[in-house]
Antibody, heavy 121, light 110 residues
């Protein structure tokens, strides 16, 4: 059974940093892309970032490019999202999602339950 | 703003057929396959359809998907109360080098 467990969310001041983690199990982690998707309160889904199975290919939404970094440790079956220079508009539930294939272009087939990030002073 | 446009809402009575559209362009829907996601209130999204018209195991066959040119559609036939949810289309955008979600459609069962 595929399981994705996010952690690391919380309250942070504008301009601050936060690192999210997502521990995965139930599938061959290094064979699948992993991505982060967020959902602001009452809003729709927004893809944030994706990583290929090896982690050598990464993609970012324009809204976070230069501020967020996705990485993964395949020895720990964990994907991370380092978030710097946080803004109020980054406030959202952040979901970790498993890619259908090695690259992220085919979308995700399993999602974690999400972790809430609140950026406020 | 999303590059994929969906109607904000759709509704029907139990047993009716409801269709949700997803409009894009040549760089996204026109070039890649489309997925559909269902999000029940207060829960994480769930993959409902992949590869334009393929249902994951466990998804009832009253859900069907199609794609034509730069648009895609999700149809729910025999609408049931448990289908009340938000639905999102999604696909890769070659110009953005990013995955894109549609604006979302809230389906209400009257």
């Amino acid at each position: 059974e595929v399981q994705l467990l996010e952690s690391g969310g919380g309250l942070v001041q504008p301009g601050g940093s936060l690192r999210l983690s997502c521990a995965a199990s139930g599938f061959t982690f290094s064979s699948h892309a992993m991505s982060w998707v967020r959902q602001a309160p009452g809003k729709g889904l927004e893809w944030v970032s994706g990583s290929s199975g090896s982690g050598t290919t990464t993609y970012y939404a324009d809204s976070v490019k230069g501020r967020f970094t996705i990485s993964r440790d395949n020895s720990k079956n964990t994907v991370y999202l380092q978030m710097n220079s946080l803004r109020a508009e980054d406030t959202a539930v952040y979901y970790c999602a498993k890619g259908r294939f090695y690259y992220d272009s085919a979308g995700s087939d399993y999602w974690g339950q999400g972790t809430l990030v609140t950026v406020a002073s | 703003q999303s590059v994929l446009t969906q109607p904000p809402s759709a509704s029907g009575t139990p047993g009716q057929r409801v269709t949700i559209s997803c409009s894009g362009s040549t760089s996204n829907i026109g070039s890649n396959t489309v997925n559909w996601y269902q999000q029940l209130a207060g829960t994480a999204p769930k993959l409902l359809m992949y590869g334009n018209n393929q249902r994951p195991s466990g998804v009832p066959d009253r859900f069907s998907g199609s794609k034509s040119g730069t648009s895609a559609s999700l149809a729910i036939s025999g609408l049931q109360s448990e289908d009340e949810a938000d639905y999102y289309c999604g696909t890769w955008d070659d110009s953005l080098s990013a995955y894109a979600f549609g604006t979302g459609t809230k389906v209400t069962v009257l």
